[in-house]
């Protein structure tokens, strides 16, 4: 399945609104658009997965690296809208510790 990676720039604030599935081929897709956003000092990135349906270890990968980048450069980073199946990822890892997670899930509670 294709990925689809829509970004909206705003003056301090970039939004990613995420499609289709995150697995070893498309994750290069979301790295390209993710990580030259979490480079720009002070800025606020958020990324709205409701529309991902899977996400590998691949995927996790891009968000460690995002979160890196976001603590080098004063910016941060926000997951919207997980999916009951990828928020279960953040979990299990234990990277919902770490990486700030707001979401209306499906299915769930926020």
């Given amino acids: 399945m294709n990925l689809t990676v829509d970004v909206i720039e705003e003056s301090e604030k970039s ?25 720009k000092e002070n800025n606020k990135v958020e990324v709205n997965l409701e529309n991902v349906t899977y996400m590998d270890s691949t995927g996790l ?11 080098e450069n004063n910016s941060t980073l926000t997951l919207l809208n997980l999916q009951d199946r990828v928020l ?8 919902d ?14």
């Fill in 15 to 39: 939004v990613l609104n995420v499609s289709g599935e995150i697995d070893a081929y498309t994750a290069p897709k979301l790295k390209e658009s993710l990580l030259p956003l979490t480079k």
């Fill in 61 to 71: 990968g891009v968000f460690v690296s995002a979160l890196k980048s976001t603590k």
């Fill in 88 to 95: 279960r990822i953040f979990k299990i890892t234990g990277l």
């Fill in 97 to 110: 510790e770490v990486i700030t997670i707001r979401a209306a899930i499906r299915g769930g509670n926020e």
